[in-house]
Every structure is written in structure tokens, then in C-alpha cells.
């Protein structure tokens, strides 16, 4: 196949109806169908990527492979694809305006006045072309974040009406809208559809495809008047009911056909007939668990859940993986302290200590991680979750009562948390950080190296304070154990405590690895060890 087919996927109505879950459900089918698939994200928003947004603003910052820090959808492509992305599948306002002023800057534009049509345009298009064009994909789907209607959106959308006029059939956009129920009068309304549509060909797009978001079974007449109000076939009106979990979308979108429509209005073969055998048998075993547990999730954004999306998403995989509901209590480690952490805690078979950065809330987690390791609780610490449980090991074990992190006491007489060396002339926030995928050596004598089943890995980070190695022989006498070493750098990636059913941190997230199609192996020997731990203590 020699040319690339576009496909854009926009929204109306309303925010979060689930572009990037419908993007990666039609991209999940048609890889199916053998199609080399990706998915980009279209961000409008003027922040160069979201590293520096608070997790509150725009949840979970997502890590790639290669370094960059994205939106928390491409966790979604990824987790659905069974494949990594890049820097190039996460595109910003702040990302384009940025590389067309330092073009200004350099004279590329021999003196013409830079406008919005069509530098800042041709930009947005020449970083959706990328990865057809460099990456050799049979089909890129471009999600354009917020609403139709956003003054944010405008030159996404310009782009893409361009780019339509240019690419004819090999450009497709399918427009995701709601469908609400008036409970008082019983009825589903089409409405904010046809007017969401009307917005859309006010800037000159006619979406080729509606898919309608709905809590209510749409009836063949209700898509046949949307069908004749937005000028759309009325089989490319596609029902998205609401589902129990968003892995059931895929299976939803194939029963309506949605990547059969695509295909034929690109011109594409069907290809063969997609084979969803262990996305069934993922969806069956997540759905008919033969047991269940509680795991406490304790972090200082649980109000916005999205700020642990991968953490919880692959809790979910693990649980499958095991045959078992993971029940997660999220904890607010700021509600934390010593006269209510058993209350706090009651009835969770295992602790998991999220990443964050700052010191809001750290006695809290420093108070879990105790309780975890003297109660003979299954733990597991991501990145901050590591470096909470060095800071309790020092304090109550090594008797190092102020021991701390620089990041949260840089005047602290035992730093067993320090500031990367490369870390410490670093002025800019952007970016800057520790990130991407970065080697690690187990020792075979680990839990780590039983979950891996390997000796040599390689895991994403984000982060600027790590173990601080000066401290390494008093931890591991004391019965804290390195268990996972950068071998370049030295770095102590993996700390673990051997007397202790599962005691184990990790200075990287493995949360952004795990996927429908392969579990991530800390999190399944977790899940694991939290059940196997439950059923010893029950006897």
C-alpha cells in the first residue's frame, strides 16, 4: 500500500465523550484487519506538552519510549494497540507556535508576514503527515482535543478541511456527539447533534461519519433523521452505547461496522476478518472473576483519578491476568495519619504507593508504607512509592529519625533521596526531567527477577531525585535489599525487602507498559502475591 489514509476524529456537544477510546477502538479493528495503524493527539492547548500542567488541570502525564511527555490518551492507543508511540503522536498549539516562531526567527519565511493561514496551518499539517510519510503507516487517525466551537480548535479544524480538499478519499472524518435521554419527557434528543454538526460545516468539514454517544439503544428511524439532517449515510450513523468498561468499545464498534464503513468510504480492502480471540478472552475473564480483592491506591490527586490512569488501568489487567476483581480503594494521602491508618486501611489486601512530587502528603505515605512492611502487607511503591518506602526503611529501621528526601528537606542530615548529579543544574521545568526508557539489571534471587522471568529489562522513568548509593550498605545489612541496578549509570532502580511476603519499589512506571494484550509483570505478581497473601491469612 503506497499511499497513507487519514482519518480525523473530532467531537461536539460535550468534552470527555471518548474521541481517544473511539480513535483507539477503530485503530484496534482495522490493525486487526492487517493494517499498520497509529494514532496521534491533537492538543490545543498553548503548553508545549503537559509535564508542567498539575495533574488537577489535565490528569495523568503519559511517558513514551523515546522521552516525551503526553497526553494521557496515547496511554489509551497504547494500552489498545499493543504498541508504543512517540513524540510524534502528541502535537500541541504551544509545540507548533513554537516551531513556527523559531522559523521566524531564522528568516524561513524570507520576510512574510506570519499569519494563522497558512504557517500556523501548514505546520499542524506537516506534523500530521509525519507519521504517514516517515513511519510508514497504512492509516493515521488524528484526534483534535475539546469541542467543536472552541476558539482553542479553530486552526485543527482549518487544517483538516485543507487537507480533506487535498486528499479527497484519502481523507475520512468521523464527528463524536451525544445523544442525551430527557428522563422527564422519555425521549432522546438529536438536537445538540444536528447543531454540533451545523458548527462543523460552518467552518467548512463535513464529517464522512457520526458516531453517537448514548445511554439508550438508538432506534433505525432516530439515525435515519440524523442521517438526513447532517448529510451522512444513514449506515455511517454509528451507536456508541454506554458500556461497563471502555474494552468492550472495540467489540461495539465491530458490531456496527464502524471499520468496515471507514474502509470502503477510503477505498481499502476489508482485509482479513479481524481475529478478537484474546481481546474476548481478556473481556470474559475480567468480567466472570473468581475472586476478589481490595487494594488500598494511596496518592494526593485521588480526587481526580485520572492523574493514576495507567496505575489503575493496569491493575485492571493484572486483575484479569489473575482471575480476579481488583477492587481499589483510593486513599487521600494528606487523610492519613497514625491514629487512623488501620481505619484507614481496613480490609485492603495490598498497598499501592503512587508516584507525585512535592511534599503534601508524604508523612501519610511514609505512615502506609510502615504499616505495610510491619504488618506483612503486600506492597508496592511506583517512583515516589520507592523512594517513601527508603525514607520509612531509614527513619524506623536504620534509626534515622529526620532521614528525608532533598526534594521535600534539602537540609536533611541523612539525603538517602538525593537530586540526580545531571539533575542539578537544571533551571528550565520543561521536559528536563529524567524520561523515557532506560536499562535495568535484576538480581535472579528477586521478586523482580520472578516476574520478569528475565535478567535484563528496560522500563520509562520520570524523575530527578533517586537513591542515594552512599547509604546502599547500611540498607541492605539492615535487610533492604538493591535488587534492580542501571547498568550504566549505577542507578538503584529496584528496592526490595526479602523478609516480607511482596516488599518491593521501583524508580521507574511500569504502568505505562502494560497493555489489554500483555499484563505488566510487577503489576500481575502484585496482584498475585496480594491474593495468595489474603488466602494464607484467612486460614
Not at 165 to 192: F, N
Not at 219 to 234: E, H, M, Q, R, Y
Request: aromatic residues 8%; glycine residues 8%.
Amino acid at each position: 500500500m503506497s499511499t497513507t489514509k487519514y482519518i480525523f476524529v473530532t467531537g461536539g456537544v460535550a468534552s470527555s465523550l471518548g474521541k481517544g477510546i473511539i480513535a483507539s477502538s477503530l485503530a484496534k479493528l482495522l490493525q486487526a484487519r492487517g493494517y499498520k495503524v497509529t494514532i496521534q493527539k491533537l492538543d490545543p492547548y498553548i503548553n508545549v506538552d503537559p509535564g508542567t500542567l498539575n495533574p488537577y488541570e489535565h490528569g495523568e502525564c503519559y511517558v513514551t519510549e523515546d522521552g516525551a511527555e503526553t497526553d494521557l490518551d496515547l496511554g489509551h492507543y497504547e494500552r489498545f494497540l499493543n504498541s508504543p508511540t512517540s513524540q510524534a503522536n502528541n502535537v500541541t498549539t504551544g509545540r507548533i507556535y513554537q516551531s513556527v516562531i523559531n522559523k521566524e526567527r531564522r528568516g524561513d519565511y524570507l520576510g512574510k508576514t506570519v499569519q494563522i493561514i497558512p504557517h500556523i496551518t501548514d505546520e499542524i499539517k506537516r506534523y500530521i503527515k509525519f507519521l504517514g510519510s516517515k513511519k510508514k503507516f497504512d492509516v493515521v487517525i488524528s484526534e483534535i482535543g475539546g469541542t467543536v466551537g472552541d476558539i482553542e480548535s479553530l486552526p485543527y479544524i482549518e487544517a483538516v478541511r485543507q487537507m480533506k480538499w487535498e486528499l479527497g478519499t484519502d481523507a475520512l472524518i468521523i464527528h463524536l456527539t451525544l445523544v442525551p435521554y430527557l428522563q422527564a419527557s422519555g425521549e432522546l434528543k438529536t438536537k445538540p447533534t444536528q447543531h454540533s454538526v451545523k458548527q462543523l460545516l460552518e467552518n467548512g468539514v463535513q464529517p464522512d461519519v457520526l458516531v453517537l454517544r448514548t445511554e439508550h439503544q438508538l432506534t433505525p428511524d432516530l439515525k435515519g433523521k440524523v442521517a438526513l439532517f447532517c448529510n451522512v449515510s444513514k449506515e455511517a450513523v454509528i451507536e456508541s452505547i454506554d458500556v461497563s468498561t471502555i474494552y468492550e468499545v472495540p467489540i461495539r464498534m465491530k458490531d456496527e461496522k464502524l471499520d468496515e464503513i471507514v474502509l470502503k468510504k477510503l477505498g481499502l480492502p476489508l482485509g482479513i476478518e479481524p481475529d478478537l480471540k484474546s481481546w474476548n478472552e481478556f473481556l470474559y475473564r475480567y468480567k466472570n472473576p473468581k475472586k476478589e480483592v481490595k487494594i488500598a491506591l494511596i496518592g494526593k490527586y485521588v480526587e481526580l483519578r485520572d492523574a493514576y490512569k495507567s496505575i489503575a488501568e493496569a491493575l485492571i489487567h493484572a486483575g484479569a491476568a489473575n482471575e480476579c476483581r481488583v477492587k481499589v480503594e483510593w486513599i487521600h494521602s494528606e487523610r492519613i495519619n497514625e491514629e487512623n491508618i488501620e481505619r484507614k486501611l481496613k480490609g485492603c489486601q495490598g498497598i499501592l504507593i503512587a508516584p507525585g512530587f512535592g511534599h503534601r502528603g508524604i508523612e501519610g505515605k511514609i505512615i502506609a508504607a510502615r504499616y505495610a512492611r510491619e504488618l506483612k502487607i503486600p506492597y508496592f511503591g511506583i517512583c515516589l512509592g520507592m523512594q517513601i518506602a527508603v525514607i520509612e526503611f531509614a527513619r524506623n529501621v536504620l534509626h534515622m529519625p529526620f532521614a528525608d528526601s532533598t526534594e521535600m528537606n534539602p537540609l536533611t542530615e541523612f539525603p538517602v533521596i538525593d537530586l540526580m548529579d545531571e539533575q542539578k543544574n537544571v533551571v528550565d521545568k520543561g521536559g528536563t526531567m529524567r524520561l523515557g526508557s532506560y536499562a535495568c539489571s535484576l538480581k535472579r534471587d528477586s521478586l523482580a527477577f520472578t516476574a520478569y522471568g528475565k535478567q535484563k529489562i528496560s522500563e520509562r522513568h520520570r524523575h530527578r531525585y533517586e537513591f542515594n548509593d552512599k547509604y546502599l550498605a547500611k540498607f541492605e545489612k539492615a535487610g533492604m535489599k538493591a535488587t534492580g541496578i542501571n547498568p550504566d549509570t549505577n542507578l538503584v532502580e529496584v528496592m526490595e525487602i526479602p523478609d516480607h511476603p511482596w516488599y518491593l519499589g521501583v524508580q521507574f512506571h511500569p504502568e505505562y507498559r502494560s497493555t489489554v494484550l500483555q499484563p505488566h509483570p510487577l503489576f500481575v505478581a502484585f496482584v498475585k502475591a496480594v491474593i495468595e497473601n489474603s488466602q494464607k491469612n484467612s486460614i
